[in-house]
Every structure is written in structure tokens, then in C-alpha cells.
């Protein structure tokens, strides 16, 4: 792991008294998770019926600000994205800094084959591919306006292997009808949004992975659970496989984006405001702009994408907010 990710500071040789400086923090707490990403689109009512429909989401609630319409999308009481209209935009730019894909979590296996099914008979949907990653079952999608979809379920944490302090995970063929017909259900399929999902992490292509290193692992607080993987690192908290991962596959090089369409926040979520307060330490040591409300941190990494992290519980109040 980087030393930026590790470093500690220590008492003078010497010194008779005891250091009282505190340092910064440098992870992020264990219990961090992911929340609602937000995503600027050109046609709302398309992309809210690609969602419903493909993903088995429901519209929670709505706001208007100005010439904006920003929709809170979700399953039960878990907002899983916000899709803010701003159609005078360009289209997503496949080769620049961004959203990869907003990776779906769900519970079980069934859950994933519904939506999945789901998915994959809905016209406006691109079929790209899928794998199994040795953590994870995983079958990948792009929506209308050419972002990037993940929905995978997670093996047992006992089942991961581990090596060189890195999560191992590979990219196998994973066959997507052998796994319908293996998981399928039709109770599954019935009930639709009733299932749990949400957002279990967050995959960018960036421009350069050493910056995204410092940004998401050294500022952020990540740990760095795997760096050998060609031209991309995943990074986590509590020893989970990945919470966000950069690449530069399609980006290498990138400056910071242009307004387009496509990825607006990246979400995540810590246990308390002494997390936030580690955080603000953090990105005030090293120089990065930040606005601190009280109930959230919000920044912008490397490559201009916001980044919110903020406190437990957050309500669609909170996701329309942002």
C-alpha cells in the first residue's frame, strides 16, 4: 500500500515530552458505504422508464430547481439514484473522465437473475458482457444515454482469497443463461422493487491512476485492496473487494471532464460526524477544496467529478439536495 495511504507521524528522537499533534486520520471508517449516485440526463422521462422498467426501480419523489428537474429513483425506502434533467448538454463522452458504471447490489442470487432478466428484454438496453470475479457474479449493461450499468451479487466473504494484502479477483466467463436457469424465480420477478437493492460501488475511468491513488486512497482515506490489475486500481473500506475503482482503459491521459451528461455525484456514506471532521482534516492537510453543511463533506477529485460524503440516514430530502 502507498505511503500515502499508511503514513503515521511519530515524536521526535529524543524528545522528553510526549507528542500531543494529532494527524489526520488516514482511513476511512470501516463502516462506509455507498449511497445514491447521481446522474445528469437529456431525456428524464426515458431514462426514469429505463429504470423502472429494465431495473425494477421506483420514482420516490421530485424536485424542481430553475430549469432542473432532479428525480430521486429507488427500491423500498433505499434511494439507489437521482437523475437530474439537464437536457442542453452534450452526451456522455466514452473517452473522458467519469462514470465506467454504477455497479447494483443485490442480496441473493434470485434477486440478481430477476433484475438481470429484467434488463436484458428491455430494447434500450446493450448486453456487455459478464463475469465472474471471484467475489462476485457480475453481468453488465448500457442505458439509453451510454452509462454504464453493473449488477452482480457478492459470494460469501469466507469464499474471497487473499494475497500480497490484496483482495484476489479475476474476470471469468460467466455464462448468463446457464445462471437464469439456475436462479430464476418467478416470485423473484413478481416482486420487482420489493427486493433489496442498492449501490455497492462506484467504477470511474480517470486520466492517470497514480493521482486517483493519492485522491481516493490518500485523501479520501480508501485502503487499496487491489493494484495489480492492468491500468486500474479498487480501493475499499473494511476489507470489502471494492467500494470505488479507477481506470484509464478508455481514459488514459484525460484532463478534468467537460459538462456533459452522464456522472454528477459520487455518494458515500460514513457512521458519524467525527468522520466527516477526519475527512476535513484530511483534504485541509493536503490542499483540496471542500464545503462542509454540517451533515456533509463535498469535494471534487482530480478530474472535476464531485464526490459527497455524508452521514447516515441521509433521506431523499438529503439525495434532491445535492
Same mark, same amino acid.
Given at each position: +500500500?502507498?505511503?500515502?495511504?499508511?503514513?503515521?507521524? /511519530?515524536?521526535?528522537?529524543?524528545?522528553?515530552?510526549?507528542?500531543?499533534?494529532?494527524?489526520?486520520?488516514?482511513?476511512?471508517?470501516?463502516?462506509?458505504?455507498?449511497?445514491?449516485?447521481?446522474?445528469?440526463?437529456?431525456?428524464? @422521462?426515458?431514462?426514469?422508464?429505463?429504470?423502472?422498467?429494465?431495473?425494477? +426501480?421506483?420514482?420516490?419523489? @421530485?424536485?424542481?430547481?430553475?430549469?432542473?428537474?432532479?428525480?430521486?429513483?429507488?427500491?423500498?425506502?433505499? *434511494?439507489?439514484?437521482?437523475?437530474?434533467? =439537464? *437536457?442542453?448538454?452534450?452526451?456522455?463522452?466514452?473517452?473522458?473522465?467519469?462514470?465506467?458504471?454504477?455497479?447494483?447490489?443485490?442480496?441473493?442470487?434470485?434477486?440478481?437473475?430477476?433484475?438481470?432478466?429484467?434488463?436484458?428484454?428491455?430494447?434500450? /438496453?446493450?448486453? !456487455?458482457?459478464? /463475469?465472474?470475479?471471484?467475489?462476485?457474479?457480475?453481468?453488465?449493461?448500457?442505458?439509453?444515454?451510454?452509462?454504464?450499468?453493473?449488477?452482480?451479487?457478492?459470494?460469501?466473504?469466507?469464499?474471497?482469497?487473499?494475497?500480497?494484502?490484496?483482495?484476489?479477483?479475476?474476470?471469468?466467463?460467466?455464462?448468463?443463461?446457464?445462471?437464469?436457469?439456475?436462479?430464476?424465480?418467478?416470485?423473484?420477478?413478481?416482486?420487482?422493487?420489493?427486493?433489496?437493492?442498492?449501490?455497492?460501488?462506484?467504477?470511474?475511468?480517470?486520466?492517470?491512476?497514480? $493521482?486517483?491513488?493519492?485522491?481516493?486512497?490518500?485523501?479520501?482515506?480508501?485502503?487499496?485492496?487491489?493494484?495489480? %490489475?492492468?491500468?486500474?486500481?479498487?480501493?475499499?473500506?473494511?476489507? %470489502?473487494?471494492?467500494? !470505488?475503482?479507477?481506470?484509464?482503459?478508455?481514459?488514459?491521459?484525460?484532463?478534468?471532464?467537460?459538462?456533459?451528461?452522464?456522472?454528477?455525484?459520487?455518494?458515500?456514506?460514513?457512521?458519524?460526524?467525527?468522520?466527516?471532521?477526519?475527512?476535513?482534516?484530511?483534504? =485541509?492537510? $493536503?490542499?483540496?477544496?471542500?464545503?462542509?453543511?454540517?451533515?456533509? !463533506?463535498?469535494?471534487?477529485? *482530480?478530474?472535476?467529478?464531485? !464526490?459527497?460524503?455524508?452521514?447516515?440516514? /441521509?433521506?431523499?430530502?438529503?439525495?434532491?439536495?445535492?
Amino acid at each position: +500500500m502507498s505511503t500515502a495511504a499508511t503514513g503515521t507521524s /511519530s515524536a521526535a528522537a529524543g524528545a522528553t515530552a510526549p507528542d500531543t499533534t494529532t494527524a489526520p486520520d488516514t482511513t476511512i471508517n470501516p463502516d462506509t458505504v455507498m449511497d445514491a449516485v447521481t446522474l445528469r440526463v437529456g431525456d428524464l @422521462e426515458q431514462m426514469t422508464d429505463y429504470y423502472a422498467g429494465a431495473l425494477a +426501480m421506483e420514482p420516490v419523489e @421530485e424536485r424542481t430547481r430553475g430549469r432542473e428537474v432532479h428525480r430521486v429513483l429507488g427500491r423500498g425506502t433505499t *434511494p439507489m439514484m437521482r437523475l437530474v434533467h =439537464t *437536457p442542453d448538454l452534450p452526451a456522455v463522452d466514452p473517452r473522458q473522465s467519469g462514470l465506467f458504471h454504477t455497479a447494483f447490489l443485490f442480496d441473493d442470487q434470485p434477486g440478481l437473475a430477476a433484475t438481470v432478466y429484467r434488463a436484458a428484454q428491455d430494447p434500450r /438496453s446493450r448486453f !456487455v458482457g459478464s /463475469s465472474d470475479h471471484s467475489v462476485s457474479e457480475a453481468f453488465y449493461f448500457t442505458d439509453p444515454e451510454g452509462n454504464g450499468i453493473e449488477l452482480y451479487t457478492d459470494r460469501d466473504r469466507s469464499l474471497w482469497l487473499h494475497a500480497r494484502g490484496q483482495v484476489l479477483m479475476d474476470t471469468t466467463y460467466l455464462d448468463p443463461n446457464d445462471f437464469l436457469r439456475a436462479h430464476l424465480t418467478q416470485d423473484a420477478l413478481d416482486a420487482g422493487p420489493a427486493l433489496a437493492g442498492r449501490v455497492g460501488h462506484v467504477h470511474l475511468q480517470v486520466g492517470d491512476i497514480e $493521482r486517483a491513488d493519492a485522491f481516493y486512497v490518500g485523501t479520501l482515506g480508501f485502503e487499496a485492496t487491489m493494484r495489480e %490489475y492492468p491500468g486500474a486500481l479498487f480501493a475499499s473500506a473494511g476489507g %470489502y473487494h471494492h467500494h !470505488v475503482a479507477m481506470n484509464v482503459w478508455n481514459s488514459r491521459g484525460a484532463g478534468p471532464r467537460a459538462s456533459t451528461l452522464g456522472l454528477g455525484d459520487v455518494a458515500v456514506t460514513v457512521p458519524g460526524r467525527d468522520d466527516l471532521d477526519a475527512l476535513a482534516a484530511r483534504l =485541509t492537510a $493536503r490542499g483540496v477544496a471542500f464545503t462542509d453543511d454540517g451533515r456533509a !463533506v463535498t469535494t471534487r477529485d *482530480p478530474w472535476d467529478t464531485q !464526490v459527497t460524503v455524508s452521514l447516515p440516514g /441521509s433521506s431523499v430530502e438529503d439525495v434532491l439536495a445535492r
